[in-house]
């Protein structure tokens, strides 16, 4: 199966070429001729698999259709709603790739920057936004923002759109959409609250799904450390000095957390650099732009701010501090190992997480292999005992937060975004990726 025989218009055959793209991926092979149809479609998949192309290219052509039928107007027709602004970068990047011989004009809005710059490309006319729920709804309550015209409305990573606290926003924006419409709604897990909400937006839809969110891809090694809490530095300094790590994506559960391992790795000469949801977009923009180039071997982030996250041919994932939900897990790791590439993720686990280890074995269905070689090791049995005493002793997990989704938990979703103040300027450039032959995954 080659993109050819998806009946794709030759601009966007033509922009898929420069990018190097030969073959879709399953989810585009199957979401992409249920989208030129014009039906409603419900996709699950994980991130990886290359969800935003199976929905940005058929959007471009039945756009670039409807143009030759009829006048021309400078109205929004595609709306994207995402949660994060990496994302929404990406996916806007994505349209300028694909859609660069179309003449479509696209316009990303997240928070962070002057709203200027965005509101004069607005006035001029766009044909796809791409938004967080935040900045979209302030230019709709300034009247910068008018809906009337969608034809097509796509919600990308629903379950952390609704796990970050924008349920309300979602609907209150889809409340301003025509009801006749094309729906697309595309989510890693289907728990009962994001099925309800599809129920609730699709027209009969089609379904999709590829690689539940359960499964790890089998090109990531995994790897578990067991480590007492105060050591998790010195850990991560020891595995760091394998001079064989070009890259490392480090994941902690709190922006402070993300800003001490920064400066700690620093102090011992190692470049890093953090993304989190209280950086300025500049910052975040900067440390990722840093990263990407390898001018920083090291980044750290919260799962808020790498959310979205691409970055081609990162060796290792590391979780210094293993996430609260247990399908957090898998994205994470996610972020290695992608198109086909092998990957190591590596995964201290301190006694307050043994519950959050339990979760995770439960859900992946199966256990990540124990590392004992490093300098700090502790057995599992300790670990256990050590938790237990904690708890019986009155300190319980000592801090560390309760497990669950937090669906709807407004004060969880504004900290790390901010996305309620938000939007960026202008159209986002699309460059090319190389002219290797592949798969397109952008998300």
């Given at each position: 199966?080659?993109f050819?025989?998806?009946?794709?218009i030759?601009?966007?055959?033509r922009?898929?070429?420069?990018?190097g793209?030969t073959?879709p991926t399953?989810?585009q092979?199957?979401?992409?001729?249920?989208?030129?149809q014009?039906k409603?479609?419900?996709?699950?998949?994980?991130t990886?698999?290359?969800?935003t192309?199976?929905?940005?290219i058929?959007i471009?052509?039945?756009?670039?259709?409807?143009?030759?039928?009829?006048k021309?107007?400078?109205t929004?027709?595609?709306?994207?709603?995402?949660p994060?602004?990496?994302l929404?970068?990406q996916i806007?990047e994505?349209f300028?790739a694909y859609?660069k011989?179309?003449?479509?004009?696209?316009?990303?809005?997240?928070?962070?920057?002057?709203q200027?710059?965005?509101?004069d490309s607005?006035?001029r006319?766009?044909d796809i936004?791409?938004?967080?729920?935040?900045?979209?709804?302030?230019?709709?309550?300034?009247?910068y923002?008018?809906l009337?015209?969608?034809?097509?409305?796509v919600l990308?990573?629903?379950d952390?759109m609704l796990?970050?606290?924008f349920?309300?926003?979602?609907?209150?924006i889809?409340a301003?959409v025509?009801?006749?419409r094309?729906?697309l709604?595309?989510s890693?897990?289907?728990p009962?609250e994001?099925?309800?909400?599809?129920n609730?937006i699709?027209?009969?839809?089609?379904?999709?799904e590829?690689?539940?969110?359960?499964?790890?891809?089998?090109?990531i090694?995994?790897?578990l450390?067991?480590?007492d809490k105060?050591?998790?530095?010195?850990?991560?300094n020891?595995?760091?000095?394998?001079k064989g790590?070009?890259?490392?994506?480090v994941?902690?559960?709190?922006?402070?957390?993300?800003?001490?391992?920064?400066?700690d790795?620093v102090?011992?000469?190692i470049t890093?650099?953090?993304?989190?949801?209280?950086?300025s977009?500049n910052?975040r923009?900067?440390?990722l732009?840093?990263?990407k180039?390898?001018?920083?071997?090291?980044?750290?982030?919260?799962?808020i701010?790498?959310?979205?996250?691409d970055?081609d041919e990162?060796?290792?994932?590391?979780?210094y501090?293993?996430?609260n939900i247990?399908?957090?897990?898998?994205h994470?790791?996610?972020?290695?190992?992608?198109?086909?590439?092998?990957?190591?993720a590596?995964?201290?686990?301190?006694?307050?997480?043994?519950d959050?280890?339990?979760?995770?074995h439960?859900?992946?269905?199966?256990?990540i292999?124990?590392?004992?070689?490093?300098?700090?090791?502790?057995?599992p049995?300790?670990?256990?005992?050590?938790?237990?005493?904690?708890?019986?002793?009155?300190?319980?997990?000592?801090?560390?937060p309760?497990?669950?989704?937090?669906?709807g938990?407004?004060?969880r979703?504004r900290?790390?975004?901010?996305?309620?103040?938000?939007s960026?300027?202008?159209?986002?450039?699309?460059?090319s990726?190389?002219?290797?032959?592949?798969?397109?995954?952008?998300d």
């Amino acid at each position: 199966m080659s993109f050819e025989n998806l009946n794709l218009i030759e601009p966007i055959l033509r922009a898929l070429k420069t990018e190097g793209y030969t073959t879709p991926t399953p989810i585009q092979e199957q979401s992409i001729p249920i989208i030129l149809q014009s039906k409603d479609l419900l996709g699950c998949a994980q991130t990886g698999t290359g969800k935003t192309a199976a929905f940005a290219i058929p959007i471009l052509q039945l756009l670039y259709q409807d143009r030759l039928q009829h006048k021309e107007q400078k109205t929004i027709k595609a709306l994207i709603l995402t949660p994060t602004r990496e994302l929404a970068i990406q996916i806007a990047e994505s349209f300028a790739a694909y859609g660069k011989h179309t003449g479509l004009k696209h316009l990303v809005v997240f928070g962070g920057v002057s709203q200027n710059p965005q509101v004069d490309s607005l006035r001029r006319g766009v044909d796809i936004l791409v938004a967080t729920p935040g900045r979209l709804l302030d230019l709709m309550n300034q009247k910068y923002v008018h809906l009337d015209h969608i034809k097509m409305l796509v919600l990308d990573e629903a379950d952390r759109m609704l796990d970050m606290g924008f349920v309300n926003d979602v609907k209150k924006i889809i409340a301003k959409v025509p009801a006749k419409r094309q729906t697309l709604f595309f989510s890693a897990t289907m728990p009962n609250e994001i099925q309800n909400l599809a129920n609730t937006i699709l027209t009969r839809p089609e379904k999709v799904e590829v690689t539940p969110v359960s499964s790890t891809a089998d090109t990531i090694q995994q790897e578990l450390y067991y480590v007492d809490k105060g050591d998790k530095k010195a850990l991560l300094n020891h595995i760091l000095k394998d001079k064989g790590i070009k890259t490392a994506l480090v994941f902690t559960r709190t922006k402070h957390g993300a800003d001490k391992v920064v400066k700690d790795l620093v102090k011992v000469g190692i470049t890093a650099e953090a993304i989190h949801g209280n950086k300025s977009q500049n910052a975040r923009q900067r440390a990722l732009s840093n990263f990407k180039n390898r001018t920083t071997r090291v980044l750290i982030a919260t799962d808020i701010a790498a959310r979205g996250i691409d970055i081609d041919e990162l060796t290792h994932v590391i979780n210094y501090e293993l996430p609260n939900i247990p399908e957090t897990y898998v994205h994470r790791i996610g972020r290695t190992g992608r198109a086909g590439a092998s990957g190591i993720a590596l995964s201290f686990c301190d006694a307050e997480e043994i519950d959050f280890l339990k979760d995770i074995h439960k859900l992946i269905a199966k256990q990540i292999p124990v590392n004992e070689a490093h300098p700090y090791p502790m057995s599992p049995q300790s670990m256990v005992a050590k938790a237990e005493a904690a708890a019986k002793s009155g300190g319980g997990r000592s801090g560390a937060p309760k497990r669950g989704r937090g669906f709807g938990n407004k004060d969880r979703g504004r900290g790390g975004n901010n996305n309620k103040s938000s939007s960026n300027s202008g159209n986002m450039s699309g460059g090319s990726r190389g002219g290797n032959s592949r798969s397109a995954r952008r998300d």
